[in-house]
């Protein structure tokens, strides 16, 4: 079965830092990557995903991730935040002919001016 | 602006009851589905349709009752609910609900149950 751990329930940055969002996934089979961001008050809008081919995957709004099969991490990054990248983010995993896509517990990131 | 619409946006409702929300998308998407999401959880798979058919049912008590009219539109019927149902309802849509394949989620109902 597959499962997503996303080891930080809470990150706080100030605006214009980097910052790292981790995930980790475990899964006996090849599968696909994504991470999605809910503002307040609305659905999950997809940030980026992780198919095949190269290891780094940019996304909207200056994202980017970085696919480690090693490591079996799949960790959301971005060089500089702005206030209006606060939001929750939830990294979830598929794998192939899977109609389920597996949540991680989601990180609220909260930008301090 | 989301490419998947969901209506009421807000629904207040008594456990006698009997309400609809309703999910529509015009991506020309296979298949739909339906999301239970509670305060600062991620959310909870209920039902998946695929092709018209409804292809997953995540043991959904049977209170709540799923129907997809045609390839654009997915309704979920309610009746009977629990205080404990209170929650924001998404729906999604992907192309043909296999891996790999983004869902597209709207911006949700919220579910209020007295």
């Known amino acids: 079965a597959q499962s997503v751990t996303q080891l930080d329930s809470q990150v706080p940055v100030f605006e214009e830092a980097p910052v790292e969002l981790r995930c980790n996934y475990s899964?006996?089979?090849?599968?696909?990557l994504f991470w999605y961001v809910q503002y307040p008050n609305q659905g999950l809008q997809l940030l980026l995903k992780?198919?095949?081919?190269?290891?780094l995957v940019k996304g909207i709004n200056g994202f980017e991730a970085e696919f480690n099969k090693s490591q079996t991490s799949f960790h959301l990054r971005k060089p500089s935040v702005h206030i209006s990248d606060t939001a929750e983010y939830f990294c979830?995993?598929?794998?192939?002919?899977?109609?389920?896509?597996?949540f991680g517990q989601g990180t609220r990131l909260t930008i301090n001016p | 602006d989301t490419e998947v619409t969901q209506t009421p946006k807000h629904l207040v409702m008594g456990m006698t009851n009997k309400k609809s929300l309703k999910c529509e998308q015009h991506?020309?998407?296979?298949?739909m589905y339906w999301y239970k999401q509670k305060a600062k959880k991620p959310p909870e798979l209920m039902f998946v349709y695929s092709y018209e058919k409804l292809s997953i049912n995540e043991s959904v008590p049977s209170r709540f009752s799923p129907e997809c009219p045609n390839s654009s539109l997915l309704n979920l019927h309610l009746h009977a609910l629990q205080p404990e149902d209170s929650a924001l309802y998404l729906c999604?849509?992907?192309?043909?609900?296999?891996?790999?394949?983004?869902?597209?989620f709207g911006d949700g109902t919220r579910l209020s149950i007295l």
């Open positions: 991506m020309g998407h296979r298949a």
């Open positions: 992780y198919l095949s081919g190269s290891t």
């Open positions: 999604a849509s992907s192309q043909g609900g296999q891996g790999g394949q983004p869902q597209h």
């Open positions: 979830a995993v598929s794998d192939q002919g899977a109609q389920k896509l597996v």
């Open positions: 899964s006996s089979v090849s599968v696909y």
